[in-house]
Structures are given as structure tokens and as C-alpha cells.
């Protein structure tokens, strides 16, 4: 499975977007990108996953570079009940697995 | 849709004993389920996978006899600590990957808080 990278933590305004990026450069044809977040104590809670288009739901975007090679997860108005551990993983149909990486903190300020 | 339970969601035992923790899907079947273990500030790390009527598979470095893990219906996974130690205590955490829906996601469950004293 291929490995990602994101950033340790980030900061957000309350009220306005949340980009969080992931680089997935060793991303294969049949690997989709999911995206996880994890409040404290909590189990992780899926957010969206995409294989090469760009995709929408209810609680976020998720931006697709044509190479595929990295992505944004996009909160549009992020809210203090957003503040979590965002996790980004590639994962392919093969294996069924989802491994973790260390994800990226977004603390949304008030 | 697409909810995991688990039970218990905190348990306290003494070394030595044995604890079991259960996960079913509520909403939907789930031929495979998997078992993370997340110690504090870290992040969640793959145990096993749990494939309905059959054996486990067990990722390199966890002990398949210590963690017993069983899936012995489409809705329920239960993963058994033998011999617990306080190395052991830890945040384990269920998810199932929906039977047939042609997508790898998988949905977690709120996760079970084990302390062995």
C-alpha cells in the first residue's frame, strides 16, 4: 500500500475553510485516497474517499490532483467540532487494508 | 447507516485474566471486520483481520494466540485478550468494510478503553 504524508497540525478560524493536504506520490492505479477523522477517545469516523475525480458530500470536498499524486480534503466552514486528528489513506481493493499514518491535527480557533 | 457498536466501552481486570470485546455492525453485513490497537498519541495500528467463517490474519509482531479474535456471524467480531498484562492496557478499536457494497471503506466502531492493573 502506498505511504502518505500530511502535516503534524494545523490551524483553522472558525467559520472558514479548512484545506488540509496529503501527498500520496507512490499512489498506484487501483488505490483509492480515503479520508478519516478521529476526535479525541473516539473511533475514527469516515469522511470521503475518492479514486481520480474530485468528490463532494454533506461534510467535506475532496480535491484530486490529475497526477494523482496529492490531494486537499476541504471542510467549508470549519467549526469547533471539527477540531480532530485528519487522517489520509491510500488503500487498494487487494489487501482491504486501511493503514494509518500520523495524520494531521487541525485545531479550529475560535 | 453504516454503525459499529462496541462492548465493552471500558473495561478495568486484573493481570492474568482474560477479557473479550465484542463488535457488531447494526445496520448492515460485514464478511470482513479489523482490529487496531491505539496507544495514547499515537496512531491506530492494524491487529488482524477477521474474515467471517474462517481464520484470522494476523499482522507480523501481534501474537495470534494472546489475541484471540473469532467472526463467527456477518454482524459480529469478538477479539479475546488471554492473559492479560499491563503492557496490554490500550484503546482497541473494531471497523467493518460493508459485504458487497463495492467499495473498501470501512466504518469504525466508538472503540473499548482496556486497563489491566
Known amino acids: 500500500d502506498a505511504k502518505t504524508t500530511q502535516p503534524p497540525s494545523m490551524d483553522c478560524a472558525e467559520g472558514r475553510a479548512a484545506n488540509l493536504p496529503c501527498n500520496h506520490s507512490?499512489?498506484?492505479?487501483?488505490?483509492?485516497v480515503y479520508w478519516y477523522r478521529q476526535i479525541h477517545s473516539q473511533g475514527p469516523q469516515y469522511i470521503i474517499h475518492g479514486l481520480k475525480n474530485n468528490e463532494t458530500n454533506e461534510m467535506a470536498s475532496l480535491i484530486i490532483t490529475e497526477d494523482r499524486k496529492s490531494s486537499t480534503l476541504i471542510l467549508p466552514h470549519a467549526t469547533l467540532r471539527d477540531t480532530a486528528v485528519y487522517y489520509c489513506i491510500v488503500g487498494s481493493g487487494a489487501t482491504n487494508k486501511l493503514i494509518f499514518g500520523t495524520g494531521t491535527l487541525l485545531a479550529v480557533q475560535p | 447507516g453504516a454503525v459499529v457498536s462496541q462492548h465493552p466501552s471500558r473495561v478495568i481486570c486484573k493481570s492474568g485474566t482474560s477479557v473479550k470485546i465484542e463488535c457488531r455492525s447494526l445496520?448492515?453485513?460485514?464478511?470482513?471486520m479489523f482490529w487496531y490497537r491505539q496507544f495514547p498519541k499515537q496512531s491506530l495500528m492494524l491487529m488482524a483481520t477477521?474474515?467471517?467463517?474462517?481464520?484470522?490474519?494476523?499482522e507480523q509482531g501481534v501474537e495470534k494466540d494472546k489475541f484471540l479474535i473469532n467472526h463467527a456471524s456477518l454482524t459480529l467480531s469478538t477479539l479475546t485478550v488471554t492473559s492479560a498484562h499491563p503492557e496490554d492496557s490500550s484503546f482497541y478499536i473494531c471497523s467493518a468494510r460493508p459485504t458487497g457494497y463495492g467499495t473498501d471503506t470501512q466504518y469504525f466502531g466508538p472503540g473499548t478503553r482496556l486497563t489491566v492493573l
Open positions: 507512490t499512489i498506484s492505479g487501483n488505490e483509492y
Open positions: 445496520d448492515f453485513q460485514a464478511t470482513t
Open positions: 477477521s474474515n467471517e467463517g474462517s481464520k484470522a490474519t494476523y
